[in-house]
């Protein structure tokens, strides 16, 4: 993506469906599964490697970390795709398959947002206590960004926006701003 001309987004998709066991049990009904991961990982290591974009977001069907009680942590993103998302400062990881929407505390650089349940029934949440925000319920997501921001929100089946969230890039240091429903400026943390 291009901003003024200037790269500023790496944005990578990825197949998770092959870092998951459970599937890897399951060859019949998922024939394509025994994939080599590491593969997937080595293009994914030399495409963070060669990018010169400030903003990197990886996406996956799968969540690395969840509060939903549908679906939990799946092991083997934390295991592997977590010392990526950790080497090359990767600042969102953006997922599905809980079907819930969450917004889970950073781990490093990286945050994670799962933008479940729009369209599914929706799961349950398991301990929203983690999490910067949690909820069970209908509705879609919004993102936006310029190169020194990105912006994203969680909106209701009525067009209510439940939570939105900023994360302003300036040089070197970044700055979270956590908003609520009424949209008022609720927390900022700066990290160097």
Known sequence: MAINNQSALKNIVIDTNPFVQEYR???????????????????IDSVLANTSEPWKIVVGH?????VGGDHGNQAE???QLGPLLQKYNVQLY????????????PVGQT??????????????????????FARSS????VFSMNADSVRMGFIDTNGKMLYSWQR???????????YRS????CDVMFLA
């Open 168 to 178: 302003v890039k300036p040089d070197n240091e970044f700055a979270f701003r956590l």
């Open 94 to 105: 953006l997922c599905s398959h809980s079907h819930t929407r969450q917004h889970l505390p």
């Open 77 to 79: 993103l934390v295991q």
């Open 138 to 141: 209908g509705g879609f997501s």
């Open 182 to 185: 009424d949209l008022e400026f």
């Open 25 to 43: 049990q399951n060859t019949a009904t998922f024939p394509d599964i025994l994939q080599d991961t590491g593969k997937q990982l080595h293009w």
């Open 62 to 66: 799968h969540p690395r970390y969840s």
């Open 111 to 132: 945050d994670f947002i799962i933008a479940g349940g729009s369209g599914a029934s929706l799961g349950p949440i398991a301990n929203s206590t983690k999490t910067q």
